[in-house]
């Protein structure tokens, strides 16, 4: 078995309303270690256990931990992003579908090493049964002394709100969300100032995915160097990855960092049905590179998904068999990216209007090679110059299949005269 | 603290907390912007300026980057220009781009920005959905056609002018700059202010145009066509005629006008300082028979619009002057009338402006001395001014200095500082304080009122009795005001309120490109104006005692209410 | 519930206006909120009506366009796009008689897109009002339509 179960260890064992499952299972135990018995230091366990975000990012937890830890404030802020709404992605509700007291323990633990002192968890409204259970949660762990005043009998008050979206891809990044939560519409922030010094309400704050506050219990229980250990050099621990796609056993699934992609979809998702042939796989989600099956062996590793310049690492991998038009595909990637943009930056708002017509030049085999030169030039320009994540990340199916897959461009070309 | 940076490798060294542009500006590389406005927020949404950092992955944004230690920006790389390009055109391909049927033709930040890069063809289909235009009220033009969502007009509507009537509806490409509910400026909370054609980078929002009624009246025979000038147009003027912010050019722009055909040119400060006698006469029977209190100005017509939407409940305090342009119509079109012997009918009066409500206020039903007929006719804004000159080719800077006629042409420095934030105020106390005080002033200059500074209070010594003032401009201050007095906790007798930075010096309808700076520039001209005066006070105009005595008789009496006095209306819009 | 008593569940700061909007745009059948309301709502939470227009008009669940009883959205990303969320378009299309954006003619369906719902491992998927319908074919799609047909008479 390749599949490593840490943070999913309590998925489809325990009941999610029940916070004495929970308990049962080991859960608030490494909250009790961190705060009232070994005292231990969460900031540098945090830190040797270096972990990365797992929103997609794969930016060093620790970091932001220690940034909001200095800051001076009295009114400090976590918060936790449960708004996945990257196509492809589904691990966050799985999560907080089957064991939602492991990403409160982790925002109270986080609060704790940060002194923060409000947190806030930050739904998609599709979510329904997420908001019932995690809403559930909250009610539980505030009725047990783990969230409200004076938690597990300590001098520490934090507690936790929870905030529904309502209709918005965008408010998936960080600043955006921040903006929705305060009631605003969720265009994104100029940085820096980054969040850890003025983020919701002006406020110094952490924001988290939602996996991520899922590993803290972890990491405090079994200690930074052990959870090091498990994964690569560059990506420790393990990654709920959402398979989907053209696959046979479409999940989610948990693994060391450090696994074949090529293996995960064999073995995990039990390849391609009706016996297609696998075309291509989108890494991260829609806002990730297509890649061919020849890349197929790369493993899954922050590092090695930096080169697509994305947030390849969330974990959702989508199988493509060979029915599949790659312009389709792009077409479908880059509707949804012009619907959610939020319209703020220029090369975003005007951009995936003209790759779209662009792309249908491409589907329609009317493209001329000053087309695919402008394809090329204006996705490049939006990775380089969007204000946020969205515009930053969106044009890299493009981006990768003008590498991978660039015969089918030159394909489609009406003719190849400029 | 200074930081050592390269650009362009080459060593800079600038004070630490400077923005990348700024830093590039100050080593002779001006880094093209398009979003980026120096008095408002930064909210890097062109990308324009966007610049290679080494060791950076991506392009940063120079407006928003401040510079660090041993940074090493490339300001114009073949990446950096193709970003610049690729954007631009995207901008183009979603802009009604028929550049020489526009109003901001040659004035136009993104046309400029265009000539810049050397754009000479765009890559990318043309996405413009046409729009309706809303010219559906007296003072502006809102044509999203035009629009490029830089963002800078809600900037200004909602944090400067506290109105926020202009927001981004939508999202993505279907993004629409616009009031609520997709109403018209007229059917909203919209006070004229203009600040947000002001700022507008191209064509999207533009005052009426009405020079073309100004031409036509001026070559029709059965017209006596007069203009007047307000305080703001004589350090402003030049500026739009290409001279340097507050370039003083009262003479030359007498001589102007003549030139383009007006019979007479007068001079607003004389009612401004008409103003004076009736608002100070109106304030001191308020103070001494016990009348609502506090009284604010109201010559700022953006003021008005704003209090009778907004505060509908603190109206009584509004003084019932007319504003300087509206008592100048009605003496225009009465005691001009009768002096001179012509029908009020055929009088045609023009101002020129510094701002776009004063076009909307020249149109209130009420604000017409004779039968059928307004008090103004037309009210052109400085910019309209200056486009009128341009198309008379006149070559301004070789005019001889002319002065402005009579009855209408002796006025005071006190006249003059009307123009700018803490101006009425400080005119009025000269001549409240006198006739109250029954005794001279010894220093003219109310230091305390003047300045930039969003609200300014003093005391004064009125008849023994210590009295507190207030000045306040932009509307964001002007609510600060309103809310006191609506909530009875205003310490205040007086208030000036100007609804533009600055006062009118600022005005919406003030050239192109005004800033700080230019305010700054323009309001030290004006008390260089004040100073220059052989009058600084407006109850020592001769002019203005001949008037009363000839025909008004004496402030606040009948003839005086039925010209010069006026009532405000709330606005309820639901 | 009326748009004051539905207030009254918040506190007046501008914060929730988005929980209270989307709040009462799912109870009300229409789905939608007013000029009227939004004067109302704007005044309660202090804030410009503008604002809140830009807010109602920024997120895809809130609207000031009436929409139909039940809205059907759909979601036509990549992983629904390659388990065949075509065909599952194509029969809410010639079912409603409608195109997404569109309300049928008796008000009982509005049909929408939608960006991703999360439920890719269950792909196709669509969502009607509150509740989402998972693992779809043509023919439950159409059982789906009939049982919110037969809800209404």
Not at chain 1, 250 to 262: A, L, N, T
Not at chain 1, 307 to 320: L, Q, R
Not at chain 3, 22 to 41: F, G, L, P, W
Request: hydrophobic share 35%; net charge neutral.
């Amino acid at each position: 078995m390749i599949e490593k179960k840490i943070i999913s260890k309590r998925f489809d064992k325990i009941d999610p309303y029940s916070i004495a499952d929970y308990i049962a299972t080991g859960g608030y135990k490494p909250l009790i270690k961190a705060m009232t018995g070994e005292r231990i230091d969460i900031l540098s366990e945090v830190e040797k256990s270096r972990l990365r975000g797992r929103g997609g990012a794969g930016f060093p937890v620790a970091i932001k931990m220690m940034a909001l830890a200095k800051e001076a404030a009295s009114v400090k802020y976590i918060v936790c992003n449960a708004d996945e709404g990257e196509p492809g992605n589904f691990k966050d509700r799985a999560i907080m579908e089957k064991d939602p007291h492991s990403i409160l323990e982790g925002m109270i633990i986080t609060a704790y090493a940060t002194r923060a002192t409000k947190g806030y968890i930050y739904i998609r409204c599709e979510y329904d049964k997420s908001i019932e259970i995690m809403r559930h949660a909250v009610d539980e762990a505030r009725k047990n002394h783990f969230l409200g005043l004076k938690i597990d009998k300590i001098d520490f008050d934090f507690d936790i709100e929870i905030r529904l979206g309502a209709g918005s891809y965008v408010c998936g990044e960080e600043f955006a969300l921040l903006e929705s939560i305060e009631g605003k519409t969720g265009r994104t922030r100029v940085k820096p100032p980054f969040p850890t010094s003025v983020g919701l309400f002006g406020k110094p704050t952490e924001i988290n995915n939602v996996e991520t506050f899922a590993n803290i219990p972890v990491i405090v229980d079994m200690g930074g160097d052990e959870f090091a250990k498990i994964g690569t050099k560059s990506s420790t621990g393990t990654k709920l990855l959402s398979l989907s796609g053209n696959v046979n056993n479409k999940g989610v699934y948990e693994i060391p960092f450090g696994i074949p992609i090529k293996t995960v979809i064999d073995e995990l998702g039990g390849g391609v049905p009706d016996s297609r042939a696998l075309k291509m796989v989108q890494l991260g989600g829609a806002c990730g590179p297509i890649i061919p099956r020849y890349l197929l062996d790369m493993i899954i590793d922050f590092d090695r998904f930096d080169e697509f310049e994305s947030k390849t690492g969330s974990g959702a991998i989508i199988v493509m068999d060979d029915r599949w038009d790659i312009f389709d595909i792009l077409l479908r990637n880059v509707d949804f990216f012009k619907h959610e943009s939020c319209g703020k930056c220029a090369p975003c708002r005007e951009g995936h209007n003209q790759l779209a017509r662009l792309l249908r030049k491409f589907t329609d085999r009317k493209a001329t090679v000053k087309d695919l030169i402008s394809i090329e030039s204006l996705a490049r320009v939006m990775h380089q110059t969007s204000l946020c994540g969205l515009g930053q990340t969106s044009p890299t199916s493009i981006i990768s299949t003008l590498r991978y897959f660039r015969e089918d461009y030159i394909d489609r070309l009406e003719s190849l005269e400029v | 603290m200074m930081v050592n940076l390269k650009i362009n490798n080459i060593d800079v060294t600038v004070p630490e907390n400077t923005t990348i542009l700024d830093a590039a500006k100050a080593n002779n590389i001006a880094i093209p912007t398009l979003c980026y406005y120096p008095d408002l927020r930064i909210n890097s949404d062109c990308r324009i300026c966007s610049v290679e950092i080494v060791g950076k992955k991506g392009l940063s944004t120079s407006c928003s980057t401040l510079v660090t230690e041993g940074m090493q920006v490339k300001t114009h790389t073949p990446r950096v220009i193709n970003a610049r390009k690729t954007i631009t055109e995207l901008l183009l391909a979603n802009h009604d781009a028929d550049c020489t049927a526009c109003a901001k033709n040659m004035n136009c930040e993104l046309q400029k920005l265009a000539n810049v890069l050397g754009i000479d063809e765009n890559r990318f289909a043309r996405v413009l959905e046409v729009r309706p235009i809303d010219d559906h009220n007296p003072s502006l033009i809102r044509n999203s056609n035009r629009c490029i969502k830089c963002g800078r007009c809600i900037d200004v509507c909602r944090n400067i002018q506290g109105v926020n009537v202009l927001e981004a509806m939508n999202r993505g490409h279907d993004i629409l700059i616009s009031p609520p509910f997709g109403k018209y400026l007229s059917d909203e909370f919209c006070t004229f202010c203009g600040q947000c054609s002001s700022v507008c980078p191209v064509g999207a929002i533009i005052e009426k145009d009405e020079t073309a009624t100004v031409w036509n009246a001026l070559h029709d025979p059965q017209k006596h066509v007069i203009v007047q000038v307000a305080p703001a147009i004589r350090v402003s003027l030049g500026e739009e005629l290409g001279q340097k912010p507050g370039t003083i050019v009262t003479g030359k722009l007498v001589a102007a006008l003549k030139l383009l055909g007006f019979t007479k040119v007068f001079d607003t400060d004389f009612t401004a300082d008409l103003t004076i006698i009736e608002e100070g006469s109106e304030l001191i029977k308020r103070i001494t028979t016990g009348g609502v209190l506090p009284m604010t100005t109201s010559c700022c017509p953006g003021w008005i619009n704003f209090a009778e939407t907004y505060y509908p409940e603190i109206l009584d305090h509004i003084s019932s002057c007319k504003s300087p342009q509206q008592m100048f119509g009605a003496l225009a079109k009465t005691y001009y009338a009768q002096k001179e012997n012509i029908d009020p009918a055929s009088i045609f009066v023009v101002s020129i402006m510094p701002c776009t409500a004063k076009k909307y206020e020249a149109k209130r039903s009420e604000m017409g001395s004779t039968e059928n007929n307004l008090d103004v006719d037309v009210v052109l804004t400085t910019r309209e001014a200056g486009k009128m000159l341009r198309q008379m080719g006149v070559e301004f800077e070789n005019l001889s200095e002319m002065e402005f006629d009579k009855p209408f042409g002796t006025t005071t420095g006190a006249a003059a500082i009307f123009g700018t934030t803490g101006g009425v105020m400080e005119a009025a106390l000269r001549t409240v304080y006198e006739i109250v005080n029954k005794k001279p002033l010894a220093v003219l200059d109310f230091v305390e009122v003047r300045g930039m500074k969003g609200i300014k209070e003093a005391s004064v010594d009125l008849g023994g009795k210590t009295v507190k003032v207030a000045v306040a401009h932009t509307l964001a201050n002007a609510k600060i005001i309103a809310e006191q007095i609506k909530n009875h906790e205003s310490p205040y007798a007086f208030i000036e309120v100007m609804c533009c930075p600055g006062g009118c010096i600022g005005g919406g309808g003030q050239p192109y490109g005004t800033i700080s700076k230019t305010r700054t520039d323009r309001l030290a001209s004006l008390y260089a104006v004040d100073v220059a005066m052989p009058l600084r006070k407006s109850h020592e105009n001769p002019d203005i005692n001949k008037l009363y005595s000839d025909f008004l008789g004496s402030p606040l009496a009948k003839l005086s209410h039925e010209l010069l006095h006026t009532k405000y209306q709330p606005k309820r819009r639901h | 519930m009326t748009l004051d008593l539905m207030l009254q569940k918040y506190p007046a700061s501008s914060e929730y206006l988005i929980e209270a909007l989307r709040d009462y745009q799912t109870a009300k059948i229409d789905h939608c909120v007013t000029e009227m309301e939004i004067v109302k709502i704007a005044k309660y939470f202090n804030v410009t009506e503008s604002k809140v227009c830009s807010v109602v008009s920024f997120y895809s669940f809130l609207s000031e366009k009436p929409k139909g009883k039940y809205v059907i959205r759909i979601c036509r990303d990549v992983p629904c796009f390659v388990n065949k969320s075509e065909s599952i378009l194509k029969t809410l299309e010639t079912r409603l008689g409608i195109k997404p954006g569109e309300t049928t003619t008796d008000g009982l369906f509005s049909l929408e897109f939608t960006g991703c719902l999360g439920q890719c491992d269950h792909a196709p998927a669509i969502r009607i009002n509150e509740k989402t319908y998972v693992d779809l074919t043509p023919d439950k799609v159409k059982a789906i339509l009939s049982e919110y047909r037969e809800e209404k008479s």
